[in-house]
Each structure stands twice: as structure tokens, then as C-alpha cells.
């Protein structure tokens, strides 16, 4: 079965600073897909980004960014001058691509906190 | 274009008891998937509905049930309720069976078994 282990329960960042989340997966699958979601207090989950295992180039939205190691089974969240608003839960999630459906397998969580 | 509508937002319900939860996927999207978020468990899937059909099942008992109409729109059903199942309930939405199109959550209803 896929697990997915995000090993930082908390973590904070000074406003303007980075931080990176790290992430890993345990899967025998070549071709699968991942994703962050934030999930600030009003509870919607929210998309970050995602990434296709098979492409290589590792993907960015604006300010955020991701580390992709396949071999490592490595996925790390990456935000850059961070906001106040970037404070929330940030989950990791797995996804199988093929025809097995959309189930998504996340990881347990990190707690961002964002000091000014 | 709305967003996934989950309703209500706030339940509290006796041990014992059944409820039923709702859920607006987006206009199009055909795929809608429940989760269970905990603070023990983290987030667990429960079940994926496709065109009507459940696709995918979580390890959860059988007293969790859901389905979903031909116009997309899901519930999910809690038999017996008991303290255990107090959690927050999410549902996700997608336009395709497969591929890298990602979920869209709703707020999610928050269960309280008393």
C-alpha cells in the first residue's frame, strides 16, 4: 500500500523568509502523481501543486515550488517570502494515474506558522 | 462557476443515530470522493462515485454508504452513529476519472456524536 510520511508535525517562518516542507512516499509505481494542498482555518483544502512523476522538470506556481526526487521517493514543498496568509495545514498527497480512480492518499500534515 | 457545496456545515447527532451529508460537486464534474479528516487519523478516504457508480472504497465499516445521482450530486450515509465517527467530512470533485486534474474541496461538514 502507498503511505506517504510528512515528518515535520510544525514548522514556522519569519515573513519575507523561505521554508521548505518535506514530504516522502512509499510506493512501487513508476508513473503516479502528487500534490500539496493548504488547508487554512475555514477548512476548504486547497490546491498548491502538483507534479507528474514522470516529467522531470520539478513544478512551480508563483512563489511556490517543488524538490522532486523520484529515486528518493522525496517530494518538498518549497514557499518563498512567505506571507502571513501562507499560514495553514499543508498536506502532501499521492494519487495512482491510471484508470484506479482519483482516491488520494496525504500525509499527516504540517502546521505552518507564519511570524511578522 | 460554484465551488463543491457540502451541507450542512455543523451536525450534532446521538450516538446511535444516522445522518446523512450532502454534496454539490462543480457543474461538470463527474468523479466525487468523501473523506474523513480526524485529528487521530489524519485524512482517510471513504468511497469514489464515477457516472453513478462506486469506484473505489476506503477501509471504513459498512455502516458509511454513499451515492451519487445522475446530476452528480452525492450523499453520504453514517449508520449507528457512534462517538468515534465525530469528525470533520470532506467531499472533492473532479471533471475526469483519471489523470492529474485535481481534486476541489468543499468546506467540508463538521460531525459531533454525542
Known amino acids: 500500500a502507498q503511505t506517504v510520511t510528512q515528518s515535520q508535525p510544525e514548522m514556522s517562518v519569519q515573513e519575507a523568509e523561505t521554508v521548505t516542507l518535506s514530504c516522502t512516499y512509499d510506493?512501487?509505481?513508476?508513473?503516479?502523481?502528487l500534490f500539496w494542498y493548504k488547508q487554512p482555518p475555514s477548512r476548504q483544502m486547497i490546491l498548491v501543486i502538483r507534479q507528474e512523476a514522470y516529467k522531470q522538470q520539478n513544478a512551480t506556481e508563483n512563489r511556490f515550488s517543488v524538490n522532486f526526487q523520484k529515486a528518493a521517493k522525496s517530494f518538498s514543498l518549497k514557499i518563498s517570502d512567505s506571507q502571513l496568509g501562507d499560514a495553514a495545514m499543508y498536506f502532501c498527497?499521492?494519487?495512482?494515474?491510471?484508470?484506479?480512480?482519483?482516491?488520494?492518499?496525504f500525509g499527516g500534515g504540517t502546521r505552518l506558522m507564519v511570524k511578522p | 462557476k460554484a465551488g463543491v457545496t457540502q451541507t450542512p456545515r455543523y451536525l450534532i447527532k446521538t450516538r446511535g443515530q444516522q445522518v446523512t451529508l450532502s454534496c454539490s460537486p462543480i457543474?461538470?464534474?463527474?468523479?466525487v470522493s468523501w473523506y474523513q479528516q480526524t485529528p487521530g487519523q489524519g485524512l482517510q478516504f471513504l468511497f469514489e462515485?464515477?457516472?453513478?457508480?462506486?469506484?473505489n472504497k476506503g477501509n471504513f465499516p459498512g455502516r458509511f454508504s454513499g451515492r451519487q445521482f445522475s446530476n452528480s450530486r452525492s450523499e453520504m450515509n453514517v449508520s449507528t452513529l457512534e462517538l468515534g465517527d465525530s469528525a470533520l467530512y470532506l467531499c472533492?470533485?473532479?471533471?475526469?476519472?483519471?489523470?492529474?486534474?485535481?481534486?476541489?474541496f468543499g468546506n467540508g461538514t463538521r460531525l459531533t456524536v454525542t
Open positions: 510506493t512501487s509505481e513508476s508513473d503516479y502523481y
Open positions: 472533492a470533485s473532479t471533471p475526469y476519472g483519471t489523470g492529474i486534474s485535481p481534486l476541489h
Open positions: 498527497a499521492y494519487r495512482f494515474p491510471n484508470n484506479a480512480g482519483n482516491m488520494l492518499t
Open positions: 457543474s461538470g464534474h463527474r468523479s
Open positions: 462515485y464515477f457516472s453513478e457508480t462506486q469506484r
